[in-house]
């Protein structure tokens, strides 16, 4: 496709989600199971992950009418080929190229059927006829799958996923960062997440040590020993600021003359 010169295409998030995958397996943290939303459960992220042996949980792009029959209500072979209608009626044939299926159904029974207005099978010159592909059956098949219960207690984790991620945002500024590039991005990103994981560890280390018993001397709470290396770690970082503020707005001079 043609597009004006200087501009490139830049991958998407949608893309990350292999990459993510194969850069934990090669470190043996692999997941089975991958929870994410829907920008990442493309058919092809699927099926890719699933060559790695992860399964991807995650909603479809695009919204289901619930009040029209799908190919998941069509029973279908483990080949994709269309077996029966909703109402048990047989195709009358059944045609396969590549990765296209047609099947098609006696026209007398679709007209008396109740789901002909909702029905994918449509009309043609001497039957009704349903064609369809690898991935539409799929997708079919995973559109019905997230209404089930099965989906939904499975996909409930997610929730704290978003959580986590919310925290990041807020408790760190990640998505305002002073610093351009993929190294430097990433490097601060890394950072803030490394960051949040020590909050929640130490609140975790928190809640697990017993509170120390009254009356010893010397005694330090986690949590104010925690605090002390907080304010000085900030205090720290305002003072880098400064100085950093101070070289960028002030440069040194290239000569000085001394009188």
Same mark, same amino acid.
């Given at each position: 496709?043609?597009?004006?010169?200087?501009?490139?295409?830049?991958?998407?998030?949608?893309?990350?989600?292999?990459?993510?995958?194969?850069?934990?397996?090669? $470190? +043996?943290? @692999?997941?089975?199971?991958?929870?994410?939303?829907?920008?990442?459960?493309?058919?092809?992220? /699927?099926?890719?992950?699933?060559? #790695? +042996?992860?399964?991807?949980? &995650?909603? %479809?792009? +695009?919204?289901?009418?619930?009040?029209?029959?799908?190919?998941?209500?069509?029973? %279908?072979?483990?080949? @994709?080929?269309?077996?029966?209608?909703?109402?048990? #009626?047989?195709?009358?044939?059944?045609?396969?190229?590549? %990765?296209?299926?047609?099947?098609?159904?006696?026209?007398?029974?679709?007209?008396?059927?109740?789901?002909?207005?909702? /029905?994918? =099978?449509?009309?043609? %010159?001497?039957? #009704?006829?349903?064609?369809?592909?690898?991935?539409?059956?799929?997708?079919?098949?995973?559109?019905?799958?997230?209404?089930?219960?099965?989906?939904?207690?499975?996909?409930?984790?997610?929730?704290?996923?978003? =959580?986590?991620?919310?925290?990041?945002?807020?408790?760190?500024?990640?998505?305002?960062?002073?610093?351009? @590039?993929?190294?430097?991005?990433?490097? /601060?990103?890394?950072?803030? =997440?490394? @960051?949040?994981?020590?909050? $929640?560890?130490?609140? !975790?280390?928190?809640?697990?040590?017993? &509170?120390?018993?009254?009356?010893?001397?010397?005694?330090?709470?986690?949590?104010? =020993?925690?605090?002390? !290396?907080?304010?000085?770690?900030?205090?720290? /970082? $305002?003072?880098?600021?400064?100085?950093?503020?101070?070289? !960028?707005?002030?440069?040194?001079?290239?000569?000085?003359?001394?009188?």
């Amino acid at each position: 496709m043609w597009q004006p010169a200087g501009i490139v295409d830049e991958p998407t998030d949608a893309t990350a989600l292999m990459s993510a995958v194969r850069s934990t397996q090669q $470190r +043996g943290l @692999g997941p089975q199971e991958a929870l994410a939303d829907a920008l990442y459960g493309s058919d092809d992220n /699927c099926r890719n992950a699933e060559e #790695h +042996g992860v399964e991807v949980i &995650a909603p %479809t792009m +695009g919204d289901r009418k619930t009040d029209a029959l799908s190919l998941a209500d069509f029973e %279908t072979s483990p080949q @994709g080929t269309v077996l029966s209608c909703p109402q048990s #009626h047989a195709p009358v044939r059944v045609k396969k190229k590549n %990765t296209r299926h047609t099947a098609a159904f006696d026209s007398e029974q679709c007209r008396r059927c109740p789901h002909q207005g909702s /029905c994918p =099978a449509k009309p043609g %010159t001497s039957h #009704h006829y349903l064609r369809y592909t690898h991935k539409d059956l799929r997708l079919a098949l995973r559109r019905a799958y997230e209404q089930t219960d099965a989906f939904k207690d499975r996909y409930r984790w997610r929730a704290g996923i978003e =959580a986590t991620m919310s925290e990041y945002d807020r408790r760190t500024g990640v998505k305002h960062l002073r610093v351009r @590039g993929l190294p430097a991005v990433r490097f /601060c990103a890394t950072l803030k =997440a490394l @960051g949040i994981n020590i909050l $929640r560890a130490a609140a !975790v280390l928190m809640a697990l040590t017993p &509170a120390p018993k009254a009356g010893i001397p010397g005694t330090l709470s986690l949590n104010h =020993a925690f605090s002390i !290396v907080k304010e000085r770690f900030l205090s720290l /970082c $305002r003072y880098l600021k400064n100085i950093l503020s101070i070289t !960028v707005h002030y440069p040194s001079p290239m000569h000085i003359n001394v009188s």
